[in-house]
């Protein structure tokens, strides 16, 4: 069993949670098998304002599994398959000029079936195997509709995933213990629009035609890790280890294949006057490869009996990228200052990957493969007659580095009574270098610098954010009535350029006046998780999220400053500058474990609740 509670371990690509490990000799115990279902609909649901009606939703879930040994003390078998057959709704709520007020929902499906194989065999001498198949498959259907986008604006979604793991441990002498890891991962992924219609996007008003998006996405991805476990005078408990991942790409996926026009307002619409017409032409097949590699040394001591620890070093790199020294150096501690209070703290220095769609976009809209055409006061329909035609438009992306993020957390936790304990947590992060995308051809008094080119998107290193967040937690247990309570509140504060590394500015030319709220800026956040034994062996879980507003921009609809981009703000008002409305959302689960042929092996226990702080999501195998 390994424990690890770092934050800041410099195993991990990601600041992380608690993470625990569990190795267990293969096929000991008997054969033993367990189903569950579960089923949900709009029956408690409020109605969303700007529905005429309660959106339906319903989702069934079911699981089957069983693992036994194969030959006992030797080796064990595991099967489960599981599927998810769901469908919710989106508010469709519009103004066209031959239907006026257009009020309805649209249904969006989910039909998932997952299926995992797993064997594990004991090799001997301290050795262990485990191999393992697991297969997925998701349709969504009818996405893409909802708010101003009209039915047929739908397209579907369908993915197959196939991976194949294995993980060989073993115990080297007395004190070093091996893991050796092998991934192979297949997926395909396949969009199909309900119409071929060009788009046409009226701001404010409606969207209507086809959704413009067609293709195939297939990848293939290999990761190879080796750790090694040892101690250095038996003081300093050490991992080390090496990462490679490779991948490759084979996309026909299309974007706006069809063409779209926008207006400004329904009076445009209404007149035929379009802003603009954009399509992009040319072959949209790419083919392309990516390499990261990463090692890493961690090194875990007792400073005294009440101060741990611990120090590492991680150094990534990866392809597309220039720099290659990318030393993320990190450090965290567990202070023991009374006997009922622990402080805990750390800092850190991580790197985001250059991701691999970002990536495609720049290959695919190179001026050889595709490129984007932009027509200005178009006629409508086309007539090429009438507007402007831009040179192509193209995607690129300059002299990269991979993104530096700073992190350090610095948080108490104290017990108040034998039954309920207090933690606090302060999380701080700035982010440098960060991804985001500047048209280097905007307009400037009208006239682009470059004569021989469109828009030209260029992906740059230049980006920043920035987030504080602070977080008070009471849990509270009756371990002997099985209750359990967590109340947690947070507060923060989320700013940056850009809410993601394709989007562009308002105003290209000076594109660090988008700095403002990010998306994720949700100042207040409160948290209640209720867990309790009812009768005959039924718990109830009850939990419920409150949150203040959401950010969002207010945009003029036009395009003042001739770049073709509809993001254009009133003066004086800021990116991300508006706020909605608050949410509480509340959800009720009653659950009951029955064993047949046996005796059960659930305990009906607290679900789990991570911990604030950390930075990222926990994980447990």
Avoid: C
Wanted: proline share 4%; hydrophobic share 35%.
């Amino acid at each position: 069993i390994r424990f690890n509670s770092n934050s800041f371990s410099a195993e991990y690509h990601e600041a992380g949670m608690v993470r625990v490990e569990i190795i267990t000799r293969p096929g000991m115990g008997g054969w033993r098998g367990r189903a569950n279902f579960g089923f949900r609909d709009e029956s408690l649901n409020a109605r969303n304002t700007f529905s005429p009606t309660k959106e339906p939703t319903q989702q069934q879930r079911y699981n089957v599994s069983f693992q036994g040994p194969l030959a006992e003390g030797k080796t064990g078998i595991s099967l489960s398959v599981g599927g998810n057959n769901a469908y919710d709704s989106r508010t469709i709520l519009a103004q066209t000029p031959a239907a006026g007020t257009v009020a309805g929902l649209a249904r969006n499906t989910t039909d998932g079936l997952n299926a995992t194989f797993r064997l594990d065999h004991d090799l001997g001498q301290g050795a262990q195997i485990r191999a393992e198949y697991s297969r997925r498959s998701n349709t969504r259907g009818n996405l893409g509709v909802g708010d101003f986008d009209l039915a047929e604006r739908a397209f579907d979604n369908d993915t197959v995933s196939d991976t194949f793991r294995v993980r060989n441990t073993r115990v080297i002498g007395k004190k070093l213990f091996s893991e050796l890891k092998f991934e192979f991962t297949s997926n395909d992924a396949t969009t199909t629009s309900l119409s071929s219609a060009p788009s046409v996007r009226v701001n404010d008003a409606f969207t209507s035609g086809g959704a413009g998006q067609s293709g195939v996405r297939s990848s293939r991805e290999i990761e190879i890790a080796q750790n090694f476990d040892f101690t250095v005078r038996r003081k300093h408990s050490m991992r080390a280890g090496v990462l490679f991942e490779a991948g490759w790409w084979n996309s026909t996926q299309q974007q706006n294949t069809n063409g779209t026009y926008v207006f400004t307002s329904l009076d445009a619409y209404n007149q035929g006057r379009p802003a603009t017409y954009s399509i992009r032409v040319g072959d949209p097949l790419v083919e392309y490869s990516q390499v990261k590699a990463a090692w890493f040394l961690q090194d875990d001591f007792r400073l005294g009996r009440t101060l741990s620890v611990s120090l590492g070093l991680r150094h990534e790199l990866q392809t597309q990228v220039g720099d290659w020294l990318n030393l993320a150096p990190r450090a965290a501690f567990t202070w023991n200052a009374t006997r009922k209070t622990t402080v805990r703290g750390g800092y850190g220095l991580f790197y985001d990957w250059y991701d691999s769609n970002v990536y495609e976009q720049t290959i695919r809209v190179d001026g050889q493969h595709q490129v984007d055409l932009v027509v200005q006061n178009p006629g409508f329909p086309a007539d090429g007659s009438i507007g402007t035609s831009l040179p192509p438009s193209l995607i690129r992306a300059s002299a990269l580095t991979l993104p530096i993020i700073q992190q350090a957390s610095l948080g108490l936790e104290r017990p108040l009574t034998a039954w309920a304990s207090l933690r606090v947590d302060y999380m701080w992060t700035r982010a440098s270098n960060t991804l985001r995308s500047v048209n280097v051809n905007a307009p400037v008094n009208g006239v682009r610098p470059d004569l021989a080119a469109g828009n030209i998107s260029e992906i740059q290193s230049t980006g920043r954010r920035a987030s504080d967040r602070l977080t008070v937690g009471l849990n509270a247990r009756n371990q002997r009535l099985r209750v359990f309570t967590n109340l947690r509140y947070q507060l923060q504060s989320a700013r940056s350029v850009a809410d993601s590394a394709t989007s562009l500015p308002a105003d290209s030319t000076h594109p660090d006046l988008d700095w403002g709220p990010s998306a994720q800026d949700i100042r207040h956040r409160l948290f209640l998780m209720f867990n309790a034994p009812i009768w005959y062996g039924i718990r109830a879980g009850f939990n419920m999220q409150v949150a203040s507003a959401a950010p969002y921009t207010i945009t003029t609809g036009r395009d003042d400053n001739l770049d073709t981009v509809f993001n254009d703000r009133p003066a004086g008002v800021g990116r991300n500058s508006a706020r909605g409305a608050g949410t509480i959302n509340a959800s009720l689960r009653v659950n009951k474990a029955i064993g047949l042929g046996g005796t059960s092996g659930g305990t009906g226990g607290m679900p789990t609740m991570p911990p604030p702080g950390g930075g990222g999501s926990g994980a447990m195998s």
